[in-house]
C-alpha cells in the first residue's frame, strides 16, 4: 500500500484540527486553526468590545494583556493614527463602554513618541468627558508613566478649557471614584484657575461650602453648587420638588432617601435625559409612576420611539438591549424592586433597540446571516454587559441587517457533542446547521429567548457554505458572526467558501463579524472577497451592507 500523498498535504480540503498549508494560519484557542486579524483590527475589537469578563476560552487578564500589547505595536507603528482612532470610537459613541479608549489613550501619553503623547493629551478632553472618564484615564495612566509637564499641563487643560456650567456639573456629579477625586488630581497638576468661577469652583472642590446663602448665585456655575447643596440639606419631600420644578436640580443630585417617590419622579420625568430613563424604567414602575395606560407611560414610549433624539444621545444599542432585558424581567438586577411591565414600554424599547444603530442601506442581494451558536458564544459576554452572551447580541445584530433587506436566509449552527476546552475529539459530529425562524416582526426579547434556549455544540464555521451547496442555495454574500474559534470541521470555511464559488460560480462574499476581542478570524487576509468586521459597534450593520454592496 501506498501513502495518500494527497491526503496529508492538500490545499483545498483541510481539516479544521490542520492549518491550511502555506496559508499562515496559527492555532486558535479551541484547537483549531485560523488567522490572527491584524493589529488594527485587533485595535477596533478591543476598543469596541473590551475584555471585561473575557472569552469563553481565554481570561480577562490574558485577553487584556494580548490587546494592550496589539495597542502598543500599533502605536510604534503609526501613534497618531492610534489617538486619531481612539477619538472616532469614543466621540462617536460606537463602543458601548469607553473605558478601553481612555485605557489605549494613556497607553499613548505614556508609551509613544513625543508628538504621539502630545496628540493624546490633547485627545483627552474628547475621550474624557465626565469626571470618571477622567479619574480612569489618570489610574491607567500612572501604570505607564509619571507625572512630567505633559501629564500635568493635559490635566490642566481638561479643568481650565471646560466651560464653568459644565465643569460645576462634572465637579458635583463626579466627586470621587475608584480611588481618584478631583481633589487628588487638582492636587497633582496644580493648575492656575482660568477664571474667577473656576476659582470658585476649584475652592468648593477643596473645602466645600461651610454654609449658603438663602440666594440663588448670580453666575450659573455656582448656581449648580448651591441647588446641590441645598438638596443635601432638604429636610422633606416638598423642599425636593420645588428645587426640581424651580431650580432644575436633576436626578443625579436628589439625595438617595428621596429616590423612592413617586411625586418625586413625578417632578423628575419631563426632562430625565435619554440615559437617565433607561436606567430608570425599573425604578418608576415599582413606585407605580409608569403604569400601563397612563400619560405617562404614553410619554416615555413616544420618547423611546424618537429616533433622532435616541442617535444625538448616543445612546448605545447594548445599553438599550441590557434595559429591555431588565425591564422585560420585571424585577431589579440587584435589591428588590419589583415591578408590572407595561407592553407601550416594551414595544417602544424594541424600536429604540433599531434606532441606535447608525442608518443601514439595504444590498439588495442574496443574504445567508449565520450564527455561531456554540458553547462558547455563550460562555463569552459582550463588552462586559451583563446578561449579554455573544450569541444573543449576535442574534440581535442579525436582526437589525434582516430589517433592512428583502432576500435573508438565517441559519444558526453549531456541532453534536461538547465544546471541548482546546480538545479536537476523533469522533464524527453530525452536521448542525438549520434556518432559524426569526425575525424583526417578533418582539426581541422573544428572539433572544429563543437563540437562549438552543442546545450547545461543537463549532465548525465551514457549515454555512456547505449547507447553501447542499441545498441548492443561491447566496451572494455569508455573513457568519463568530468568535472564530473553529475546530471540528473537515474543511476550513474558507475552502468551503471556494468551493461553493466554484460549483455556483457565484463569486460570493464572506463577512465575519467578530464578537470577541480575541485575535483570531476565519477571513482568508488575502481574499478580497472577505472582511473582518467588529461586532457591536453602532455602525456594524452599516459596514456590513457597505462592503456586500462592494
Ligand atoms: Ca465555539
Known sequence: ????????????VTPQSQPIPGAGQTPNSAGGFAWLVDDWTQLERFLILGSEGGTFYVSEQKLTVDNAQAAVRCIQADGRRVVA??????????????????FVLALAAGLGDLETRRAAMEALPLVARTGTHLFH???YVEG??????LLRNGITGWYNGMEPGRLAYQAVKYQQRDGWSHRDALRLAKPVPASAQHDAIFGWIAKGWDEIGSDLPGEESLRLLWVYERAKRATSEDEIRSLIREHRLTWEFVPSEWLGSREVWAELLPNLPLGALLRNLGRMSANDLLVAGSPEVEAVAARLRDGEAIRRARLHPLAVLVAMKTYASGKGVRGSLKWETASAITDALDEAFYQAFENVEP?????????????????????????IKARIASAALALVTMRTEQQVIVTGFTTAGSDGMGKVSKRRY???????????????????GRISNLPFGGTDCALPMLYALEKGLEVDAFVVYTDSETWAGSIHPSQALAQYRERTGIPARLVVVGMTSNGFSIADPKDPGMLDVVGMSTETPQVISHFIRG
Open 1 to 12: 500500500m501506498s501513502v495518500n500523498y494527497g491526503s496529508i498535504f492538500n490545499t483545498r
Open 85 to 102: 482612532q481612539v477619538v472616532d470610537v469614543s466621540q462617536g459613541g460606537k463602543a458601548a463602554k469607553n473605558d478601553p479608549a481612555l
Open 137 to 139: 484615564f489618570l489610574e
Open 144 to 149: 505607564v508613566r509619571g507625572w512630567g509637564r
Open 363 to 387: 444590498t439588495g442581494k442574496r443574504l445567508m446571516l449565520a450564527l455561531d451558536v456554540s458553547g462558547s458564544m455563550e460562555g463569552s459576554e459582550i463588552a462586559g454587559m451583563t446578561g
Open 430 to 448: 453530525d452536521s448542525g446547521i438549520s434556518t432559524l425562524d426569526i425575525s424583526p416582526r417578533q418582539r426581541l426579547d422573544d428572539v433572544v
